[in-house]
């Protein structure tokens, strides 16, 4: 049943049996006639070969990329079925097959190994990309390895370097130490033959005097060996201290400290006195912070401290009188005034008290009173003192603060004051500085005379400044004391008068005489730098007569008197 001749098929495909043979001759199916049967596989070769021809002229679109087929071929089975009887089975089969395009086959495959392809290519990439990597590595590490080893050459040459020229140093010496000993044997050598030579004409000389004396020639020998001696003992004693030179230096170190009087003045800075006792500066700075003083190197400490430290640091202290100087010219002076007559002088005023109790104000209306009217030409320029003139004498009244007289009076040691004038206000009573005041008049032996101030103030109480100061032991005089009391007021101008009177009288009674000639000696009061004059000074002089040209010492500093205001 499955195969069918030529006509058959060409029957079933309803074409001529002609065209049929020629499709089958182009399909390359060799058939020699109608009535040849054709099998199965050359119907399907022929069928392809159709298709495909087909498909040339048409797109290959309308062609079926598969194509199944369904065969059903009937066969019948005679089955001996015992007792002589048999029985007819009918068997049906069905085959189906299912043929797939070969370009489809053909295209799939292609994809396939393409498909294929690429996970190779991609294989062999991410393959490649490995090596590469790996390549990469190796060539780093090779160029580290390179490096290092590079270094360490450079390191080993260095190394070599150092030892070759360490090695020509150490060859240098010894070439250097055998000059030397060539030399010193050289000289050696020179020497033993002077010497030889020497004996030789020692000897000869000898010879021709023993000739001469007809002494022992054994003699001459005993002399040249005695003088040789000594030459060489000579040449070991030099190289010796030539060693001495070489190794060590020629300081020792002190056994004891060195302990230095040290000149200390009233003041000196850090690095003076550092200086002096030939010490680091930073040393005493230390020492003087151990002692709790903070100081710069150019800060100047006192004379009591400086004396601390120099003790401190083991040397002795000097201190240095500041004033020797002036103290001889005070006893100049007292000499010179020894021989001028006394005459009597105007008594010092100074005005002291608290704060704000009208010192300035109490200055300024006996100023403005007394002597503004006196000034020559309307002179108004400033000096710290001026001249008062009463009724029972003349004062000199101390335009500056009564504590700065005070002060210099305790540094120099100087009778700068005679009276102090203590103003205290009637409306506040006594104060602290009050208090202080009395404290340094009573220090100076000066006497006090009382002004009371401010009495023109509603809330005035002269009785109440009375009874505070009987606490401090000035007992007024209307109270059986000795001390004078005035009321006063610096505004009003009341009770001003009384109080000069008061202070004159009490002038009186202090019989104060000066010599009016010789050598001038008292006290600098104030001191400044001005322009276009210089330094000046005021002056407070006690004894003798200060004239211009005259020399003037005061402290560390002195100069010419050039001008003078009075
Ligand atoms: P200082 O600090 O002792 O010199 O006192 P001042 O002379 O500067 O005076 C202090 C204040 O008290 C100023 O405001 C003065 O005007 C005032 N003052 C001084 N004296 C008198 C006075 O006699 N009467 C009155 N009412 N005020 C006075
Ligand atoms: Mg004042």
Redo the contacts with the bound molecule.
Sequence with gaps: MSQVTVTEFAQTLKVPVERLMNQLSEAGITVSGANDLISEDAKLELLTHLRRSHGKKDPAASSPRKITLKRKSQSELRLAAGQGRSRTVNVEVRRKRTYTRRDVLEEQARQQQAELDATRKAEQEVHEAAERAERERQESLEAERKRKSEAIEAEDRERLATEKRRQEEADEEARRRTEEERRTAEDAAREAKEREREAKVQKELDQRKGKRKGAAPDHTLHVADGAAGRRRKKRTRRRAVNVSVDSTHGFERPTAPVVREVDIPATITVAELSQRMALKSTEVIKTLMGMGMMVTINQPIDQDTAILIVEEMGHTAKARKETGLEDELLIGADESAAAGEALPRPAVVTVM????????????YVRRTRVAAGEAGGITQHIGAYHVETAKGALTFLDTPGHAAFTAMRARGAQVTDIVIL?V?ADDGVMPQTIEAIQHARAADVPIVVAV?????PNADTDRVKKGLVQQSVIPDDWGGDTLFVS?????GEGIEALLEAVALQAELLDLKAPAEGQASGVVLEASLERGRGAVATVLVNRGRLKVGDMLLAGQEYGRLRAMVD
């Design positions: 008290g608290h704060v704000d109790h009208g010192k300035t104000s109490l200055l300024d103003v206000a101030n401010k009495i023109d103030r006063v007021s610096a505004h009003t």
